[in-house]
C-alpha cells in the first residue's frame, strides 16, 4: 500500500518549505520538494548602484546575511577588476569563519538535534549520571550534576508552564528515538550553552562590520580601519576582543559541539547507511589567501566529484556558460526562449508563471510545475551542495587539516570512509568543518595581527570605485561556500547600473525540484528508501531534509498567504 | 552596543518585504529625530535572528516593533505585553526561527525583562519591493511617538 504524505512547512528552517514523499511499506518511494514561496531580489536589484548591493542582498536572509554580502561585493569586484587588499581578505575570512562556526553550532543544537535528541525524555534522566557520562567525553565546565539538575529544573518549569515553545512540534516519545534519557539531559543542557555561547562568537561581525545584524561590507575591501591607539577604530582592545572570542569558540567546538556529536552519532549508526541520495559534489570553495581571482590557493578548495569518485576532482569554473545553468521544467518560471532551455546565471530570467493550485491545496501537480525554486545543473549533473561536499573535495585534494579530522572521526566511530554518503556522513560532515574552520580562524587571526603590526593598514582600495572610470559594459561572478553550500551571485553592469542580477543560492542546488529529464535533486533523491515508522510522525524525513541545514529564505521569498507557522502533516 | 540593563527598542522585519519592514522603518524615524535619553537603543534587527539575544540579553526592558498580519485595518498600532512568545500575533517574516522562538529561547536562558511588542497591521501577502504603503508610514510615526513617550517615562 503506498500514500503520499505532505509535510508543510517543514519546521526549524528559515523559509518556507513542503515535502511530499510516496511511502510505501514503510519506507519512502519518491518525494517531491518545493518552495512555496517565491523570489524576487533580482527584480528590486535591476538599475541601482552596484555597490549598493550586497546591502540588499544581505536581507534576504537572518542566518546567512554575510556570505551574501560577501557574494555581492566579489561579484562586483570580479566584474570590474578590483582586487582587495590582503587586510581586507583576512577580515573578511575572519568574518566568514565566525559565521560558519556560530551557523554549524546553531544548526546542530538548535535546528537538528531535536530530530535525535527527545527533550521530554531528559526529563526522567538523572542527572549524576549525566555527569558521569558528560565527563568521561569531555572537560567541558558545564559538565557536573549540579549545572545539569538546573538546566532539568528550567525546562521541567518551562514545559509545566505550557510552553514548549521551541521544543513544540516535536515526536517526542518516537522510537525512532534512541538515547537514554542522560545524553537527552546533556545535549538539552548543552542545547542552552549553545545558545549562550553562540550570541558571543557573532560580536567578531559588529566588530569588523560595525553592527550585527547586517554586518557592512564594501566593495573593494572592508569598511574598518585599523590603529591601535585610536577609540574609534580596531584598536588593541577590540583585537584582543576578537582573539579571545576565537580561543572561546575552539574550546566550545572541541569540548562541547565534537564530543556531543559522536556521542549522538554512537547511538545511530544506522543512518550512515541512509539518507546518501545523490552521488555528485560540488563545492565553489573559499577562504582565499592570494586574492578572490586564484582559487587554486583557497583554503576550502573548489571542485566537483561525480559518482564518489574521489580520485577525480572536476575543475568547476563559474563564468563558463555550459557549466551551471538554471532549468524551470518544473518551477513557476517561464523563459522568453522557452522554458526547456537551461540558462547561464549572466542570462537569467525571473519572469514568475503560477501554474499551481490556489491554496489551500492538498497535493501539488508534480507531473507539472510544482516549486518556486529553479533547478540548477552543474554540467547537467544534479548536484549536493554543504558541507559534505565541501569536506569531500578537500579531503580528495589532500587538505591535511581536513584529511586528519575526518581520519579521527572515522576511526572513533569505526566505520569507514563510504558512510559519509548518508544522513549521519553529512551531519558528522558539519563537525569537521568546524573543527577545522575554528582552528583555521586562529591562523587567520594571527595573519591579520602580523600584518598591522608591520604598519601594514590598508583596508579598502580606490580602484575603480568611481563609476566614471568603468567601462561600458562589465560582468561579474561572486562565488562563495554559505555555511549550507555553494552561493554565488552573478553581475551584469551596463551604463554603471545593474543590468542583471542573478543569485544561485545552496537550497536551490539541494531543494530543487526534477529537471526536464526526471533527475531528481538532492532532498528527493535523498529520501529515497529512508524508513518511515509511523507516516503521522515522519521524523525520518525530517532527520535527512535538516541533514542538510535548509535554509529556504533566499530560495523564496514570500511567506504564505495564511501566515502558517504550525507544522502540519498531512495525508493523501 | 547598549548600556547595561537599559532599554532597547528593536525593530524587526524584512525591508525587501515592502511594509514588512516596517519595523525597520520605526527605528529608522527614531534615529532621525532628537537622540534618545541615555541608557536607551534603537537597533534595526532586520531579519536577525538568534544573533539578536545578545543584545537583548543586556535590555532591563525590551521594546520590540514588528509588523503584524492581523487583519486590523493597515497601519494600525496595537501595543502588546506578551509573556510567552505563543500571545504574539501571527507572526509574519519569512522565518521560521522567528520573533517567537527568539523570544522563548530569550526566556529559556532565564532572562525576564519587560517586555512590550508595537505590533503594526499590514495587509498581506505583501509584494516584493523595498517601498512602504502610506497608510502603514503613518503607523510607523505613530508607533514612534508612542515609542518615544514611552522611553520617556
Keep these: 500500500m503506498s500514500n503520499r504524505i505532505v509535510i508543510d512547512p517543514v519546521t526549524r528552517i528559515e523559509g518556507h518549505l513542503r515535502i511530499e514523499a510516496v511511502i510505501e511499506n514503510g519506507v519512502v518511494k519518491d518525494a517531491f520538494s518545493a518552495g512555496t514561496m517565491v523570489r524576487g531580489i533580482e527584480k528590486i536589484l535591476k538599475g541601482r548602484d552596484p555597490r549598493d548591493a550586497w546591502a540588499f542582498t544581505e536581507r534576504v536572509c537572518g542566518v546567512c546575511t554575510t556570505v551574501h554580502a560577501l557574494a555581492s561585493v566579489r561579484a562586483v569586484e570580479d566584474a570590474l577588476g578590483i582586487q582587495v587588499p590582503k587586510n581586507a581578505e583576512l577580515v573578511r575570512n575572519l568574518m566568514f569563519a565566525a559565521q560558519y562556526v556560530q551557523d554549524h553550532v546553531v544548526h546542530f543544537y538548535h535546528l537538528h538535534a531535536l530530530d535525535w535528541v527527545d527533550v521530554v525524555s531528559m526529563l526522567k534522566a538523572n542527572p549524576v549520571e549525566a555527569a558521569k557520562i558528560a565527563q568521561s567525553i569531555s572537560p567541558w565546565r558545564n559538565n557536573t550534576a549540579g549545572h545539569f539538575a538546573a538546566v532539568q529544573n528550567r525546562v521541567k518549569k518551562f514545559v509545566e508552564s505550557g510552553q514548549l515553545g521551541i521544543f513544540a512540534n516535536g515526536y517526542w516519545g518516537h522510537k525512532a528515538y534512541k538515547l537514554p534519557p542522560e545524553v537527552n539531559l546533556l545535549a538539552v543542557s548543552h542545547y542552552l550553552d549553545a545558545l549562550e555561547w553562540q550570541k558571543d562568537l557573532v560580536k567578531i561581525h559588529a566588530i569588523f562590520g560595525g553592527k550585527n545584524p547586517h554586518p557592512n561590507y564594501l566593495v573593494g575591501g572592508v569598511p574598518c580601519s585599523f590603529n591601535l591607539e585610536e577609540v574609534n577604530a580596531i584598536n588593541t582592545e577590540r583585537l584582543n576582543h576578537v582573539g579571545s572570542l576565537i580561543k572561546q569558540a575552539i574550546e566550545f567546538v572541541e569540548q562541547v559541539y565534537v564530543p556531543d556529536l559522536l556521542a549522538v552519532a554512537g547511538f545511530y549508526k544506522d543512518w550512515a547507511a541512509i539518507g546518501g541520495g545523490l552521488e555528485n559534489y560540488l563545492a565553489y570553495g573559499d577562504l582565499p589567501t592570494n586574492g578572490y581571482g586564484d582559487p587554486s590557493k583557497f583554503m576550502l578548495p573548489r571542485g566537483a566529484i561525480l559518482g564518489r569518485n574521489l580520485n577525480e576532482i572536476h575543475e568547476v569554473n563559474g563564468k563558463n556558460v555550459e557549466e551551471i545553468k538554471e532549468y524551470i521544467s518544473h518551477s513557476w518560471y517561464s523563459y522568453a526562449g522557452g522554458d526547456a532551455n537551461g540558462l547561464h546565471p549572466w542570462k537569467g530570467e525571473t519572469e514568475f508563471n503560477f501554474t499551481g493550485p490556489k491554496p489551500p491545496y492538498t497535493q501539488l501537480n508534480v507531473e507539472g510545475k510544482y516549486s518556486w525554486l529553479k533547478t540548477p545543473r552543474w554540467k547537467d549533473h544534479p548536484m549536493e551542495v554543504g558541507p559534505l561536499s565541501r569536506m569531500l573535495v578537500a579531503y580528495a585534494k589532500g587538505v591535511t587539516d581536513v584529511k586528519e579530522v575526518v581520519g579521527a572521526v572515522l576511526k572513533k566511530l569505526d566505520v569507514p570512509i563510504t558512510v559519509l554518503f548518508s544522513t549521519l556522513g553529512r551531519t558528522a560532515a558539519r563537525g569537521v568543518e568546524t573543527q577545522v574552520v575554528a582552528h583555521w580562524m586562529k591562523g587567520i587571526y594571527d595573519d591579520l595581527i602580523t600584518n598591522i603590526k608591520n604598519n601594514e593598514l590598508r583596508t579598502h582600495t580606490r580602484y575603480r570605485w568611481d563609476p566614471a572610470t568603468w567601462p561600458a559594459e562589465a560582468q561579474g561572478v561572486g562565488m562563495t561556500e554559505a555555511p549550507r553550500g555553494a552561493l554565488a551571485h552573478w553581475i551584469k553592469i551596463k551604463d554603471q547600473k545593474i543590468d542583471n542580477y542573478q543569485l544561485v543560492v545552496p537550497s536551490t542546488w539541494n531543494a530543487s525540484p526534477r529537471d526536464g529529464k526526471g533527475q531528481r535533486s538532492a532532498y528527493e533523491a535523498s529520501l529515497i528508501g529512508t524508513p518511515v515508522a509511523n507516516p503521522e510522525q515522519p521524523v525520518e524525513i525530517l532527520r535527512t531534509i535538516h541533514s542538510f541545514d535548509p535554509c529556504i529564505a533566499c530560495a523564496v521569498h514570500v511567506y504564505d498567504p495564511e501566515g502558517k507557522q504550525v507544522h502540519q502533516v498531512s495525508f493523501y | ?153
Design chain 2, 1 to 153: 552596543m547598549q548600556e547595561p540593563r537599559g532599554t532597547l527598542v528593536l525593530g524587526l522585519g524584512n525591508t525587501l518585504m515592502g511594509d514588512e519592514g516596517v519595523g525597520v522603518r520605526v527605528v529608522e524615524l527614531l534615529l532621525e529625530g532628537p537622540p534618545p535619553p541615555p541608557g536607551v537603543t534603537c537597533l534595526d534587527g532586520g531579519t536577525g535572528s538568534l544573533v539578536l539575544l545578545e543584545p537583548m540579553q543586556g535590555a532591563r526592558r525590551l521594546l520590540l516593533v514588528d509588523a503584524s498580519a492581523d487583519g486590523h485595518p493597515p497601519g494600525t498600532v496595537r501595543r502588546i505585553i506578551p509573556r510567552f512568545a505563543s500571545d504574539f500575533p501571527p507572526s509574519l517574516s519569512a522565518h521560521d526561527i522567528g520573533l517567537r522562538d527568539l523570544l522563548d529561547s530569550f526566556y529559556l536562558l532565564g532572562e525576564s525583562p519587560e517586555v512590550v511588542l508595537y505590533a503594526i497591521s499590514i495587509p498581506w501577502p505583501q509584494e516584493l519591493g523595498t517601498g512602504i504603503a502610506p497608510e502603514v508610514e503613518a503607523g510607523a510615526a505613530q508607533a514612534a511617538a508612542m515609542i518615544r513617550e514611552e522611553w520617556a517615562s
